[in-house]
């Protein structure tokens, strides 16, 4: 059975102003109103940014052109380093984050924290990790929230339509301005995706790829269930067509709702049936009971309310249609596999249903089919899609080996001497 390979070439193109979505109707004056901010963005820097490992810093870029038509005047990258980049600037490692993360990926705190460090499975004392937050993020890095200089306000919906090939491209330019001359891309979800798009359509920088959990394509299963979460965003009244920052107010009940549908789609039935079963609520309900709340619902709701206290709505919206259209295929079919010219390490997980272990393993066949050298490796986990932010030990025993092999023939770095920030 193939797995979401069929593609159009569809293009969705931008309208004359850099738009993608223009109001049908004036704004109600009832649907006004101040609610209060719920987000605070990370500040850049600016120019004299700390040095330290895992510390926030950032790198503007000039214009940047898009996929999908269009164009960004600059852009900023917030990312966070840790160990050393070597003489030849060859032993990165470019750690790639999914759909809510951010540039913390390791140190205290950081969602693959069990993974980066001295001695561990991405070791930091052969290799140099970078992790940035992606384009048309809120997290220090351009996105919709972010200040338009030709209207000094949010960007908001004016902001261009982005995919994953464009958040690569903006990586690329911040790790030639580190001086890396050679990387190992790795990450899950749409990270994978952006791991795919390094080893197919950047080769030349690219030693080894480490794709987790994520097929050539999302399904429409998957693509439906975001949209029910972007419509749950523009419906609610506060979304002001994109335009809630200038108006003081925030989409936090759409965004939430939006939230709790992702949450189902991050784990599997086995995970959910094990955890929650048909149990009676174990914390208060966030929300007014409705002929009593189930353990489950009690669970959607905290994560719901958690996302608006760290993320931002629209790039809630810009974020999943990246993931919907991303096509590994598009533009010139399985060709692009002939581009692949490091090993490749795919992990699958059993119990993922939003990017299915099978299909993982067609992407596998594909590649192997074109003489490349690729190794599969499956994730023997009830815990769904979310299992490559959990499992731990097998995570370690599938990546530490590959990525050592990989490191095996670039120059160990010199040990650190103290810097000042």
Known sequence: MAFFRQHTGMRMKQKFDGSIYIPSKPLDAQMRGDRGSYLHLVPSLGPNAPLADGELQHFTTGPLRLEMGGSLPSATVAYRTWGTLNEAGDNAVLVLHALTGDSQAGGEGGWWAPLIGPGKAIDTDRSFVISSNILGGCQGTTGPASIDPLTGRPYAMRFPLITIGDMVALQRRLVEALGVTGLIAIGGSIGGA???????????????????AVTAALGPQAIALNEAGRRAVMADPDWRGGEYASEGVFPADGLAIARMIAMTQFHSTESMGARFERKPATRPSLYPSFGGTFDVEGYIHYHGAALVRRFDANSHLYLTRAMDLYDLYRDGGEAWLDRIAAPMLLLGIRSDWLYPAAGVREL????AAR????????LDSPDGHDA???????LTESIGPFLAASLDEVDVPQPKTAREG
Do not use: C, N
């Open 194 to 212: 952006q791991a795919l798009e390094w080893a197919t359509r950047h080769p030349d920088l690219v030693r080894a790829s480490v794709p987790v």
């Open 364 to 367: 596998r066949d594909q590649i």
């Open 388 to 394: 490559f932010l959990k499992e731990w030990g097998m």
């Open 371 to 378: 003489g490349k050298q690729v190794d599969y490796y499956e």
